[in-house]
């Protein structure tokens, strides 16, 4: 341990006082970018209140994401810790956090999603009319109750959520998740406390309502009620809370912007929209989708893992330092937080040719190119805390984008490059305004 502490810091800054580079963080978009040209794949800096390490690139992700409870623990900011809850899994940590994870786990086996796919085909098919009549659309606020529609549908067994109390309490409830945590009635947090009690409330009733039901398996809740852990026991109703509110979250906010994503990267690729409609013909559109004509979708698939290559609905995770360690030859002092890069990993020449292309076929079986080097695709994380909904969030995006690319046609009103906001998650600033429309036949 002494040898290690004698190592050095890496190189970078740490800062202003108190604030760090924190601003310039959230501000530039090309902040990472800049430092690791500055500094290399390893660098210090000061975000959030905290001395903080960026790591970036296959070989730190594989370090940090396999050395979870032994260097390394999940960390979230004061705000987001309380407003999740401290039942919900993604607070839970050590052997808590595996235990709970491997029985909501059962919610998202084959079993469970191939009795979801007709309930996200019936929603997808009555938004894509609905848009198809407005015609120019503002699409990201549709998509975003595309999205919580089929999360509340699918998760908790609600219909139209997004037009309910629901949907305007979950709003005020993500805006205070990375927040200033002042607790005050008029402040985000505060606005964001008071909707998590008004949620966990609705949430009571509901879990209450599906307990007098006969047990169903066409919703996560019910599958959930009946899942029980090693020792036989259950879920009691204050944990079914949290983890019914994490869900809704996990399956709403990051899914709305990897789908506006394909919208928006297809739109500025018409030769990759022309190849997935091609593979689209060969099936019967008369037909329902299921589990196994959509694993036949193969050019599909790689054009979604291209879209959150490209832009990751989730740009990084931060990790708090439990024992101080060693990478690189450089000193990860304990108390410190690690924050993996999921963008930078991305653009990794080493792994990726031409990185900054959009390049569908370079997930063609006969190059796949993220199975070069383990942890260099990092869409839904790693290691013990990989997304646990990861194939309910591709098999919404699959379904969406094939009945999409089916009937109707898009273009982007205000050009073909729309300025982004990163912060929550990627979206254009425009909202993705666009002309939206049947295909002429």
């Given at each position: 341990?002494?040898?290690?502490?004698?190592?050095?810091?890496?190189?970078?800054?740490?800062?202003?006082?108190?604030?760090?580079?924190?601003?310039?963080?959230?501000?530039?978009?090309?902040?990472?970018?800049?430092?690791?040209?500055?500094?290399?794949?390893l660098y210090k800096t000061h975000l959030f209140g905290r001395p903080t390490i960026v790591v970036i690139g296959a070989d730190a992700n594989r370090f940090l994401l396999t050395n979870e409870n032994t260097y390394f623990t999940s960390s979230f900011p004061k705000t987001t810790k309380e407003l999740l809850g401290a039942a919900s899994l993604a607070i839970q940590k050590g052997g808590e956090h595996l235990q709970r994870r491997k029985l909501l786990s059962q919610a998202f086996q084959p079993r469970a999603l191939s009795g979801y796919v007709g309930g996200m085909e019936a929603i997808t098919h009555g938004y894509l009319q609905k848009w198809e009549k407005i015609g120019d659309l503002t699409w990201y606020p549709e998509l975003k109750k595309y999205t919580f529609d089929v999360a509340c549908k699918l998760l908790i067994g609600t219909d139209t959520a997004s037009d309910d109390e629901i949907g305007q309490f979950f709003e005020e409830f993500s805006e205070g998740l990375f927040s200033l945590p002042i607790n005050l009635p008029w402040t985000k947090f505060g606005k964001a406390l008071h909707a998590r009690e008004q949620l966990l409330m609705k949430i009571e009733q509901i879990i209450l309502q599906s307990q007098q039901q006969t047990a169903s398996s066409q919703d996560a809740l019910g599958l959930l009620l009946q899942a029980t852990d090693e020792d036989g026991s259950k879920l009691s109703i204050k944990e079914l809370?949290?983890?019914?509110?994490?869900?809704?979250?996990?399956?709403?906010?990051?899914?709305?912007?990897?789908?506006?994503?394909?919208?928006?990267?297809?739109?500025?690729?018409?030769?990759?929209?022309?190849k997935v409609r091609t593979e689209q013909q060969n099936f019967d559109f008369s037909q329902p989708l299921t589990l196994e004509s959509l694993k036949e979708m193969t050019y599909l698939e790689q054009v979604l893992k291209e879209v959150m290559r490209v832009i990751p609905p989730v740009g990084g995770g931060f990790r708090e330092v439990i024992q101080t360690c060693e990478f690189n030859g450089y000193q990860i002092p304990q108390g410190w937080a690690v924050l993996y890069q999921v963008n930078r990993t991305h653009r990794d020449e080493s792994i990726y040719t031409e990185p900054d292309s959009f390049e569908p076929e370079r997930f063609n079986p006969d190059r796949a190119e993220d199975k070069t080097k383990p942890f260099s695709y990092m869409t839904f994380g790693g290691g013990v805390r990989e997304c646990l909904g990861k194939e309910f969030?591709?098999?919404?995006?699959?379904?969406?984008?094939?009945?999409?690319?089916?009937?109707y046609q898009w273009e982007l009103v205000n050009g073909d490059k729309p300025e982004m906001a990163m912060v929550p998650t990627p979206r254009p600033r425009d909202n993705l305004q666009v002309r939206f429309g049947c295909l002429s036949k």
């Open positions: 341990m002494s040898s290690t502490k004698n190592l050095p810091l890496p190189p970078g800054k740490l800062g202003l006082p108190l604030l760090g580079e924190t601003i310039d963080f959230l501000r530039d978009r090309s902040f990472s970018q800049k430092r690791q040209n500055w500094y290399g794949n809370k949290d983890q019914v509110l994490l869900l809704l979250f996990a399956g709403h906010e990051t899914l709305t912007s990897a789908i506006a994503s394909f919208c928006l990267l297809l739109a500025q690729h018409p030769d990759v929209m022309a969030a591709k098999l919404e995006m699959k379904i969406f984008a094939a009945l999409l690319i089916r009937k």
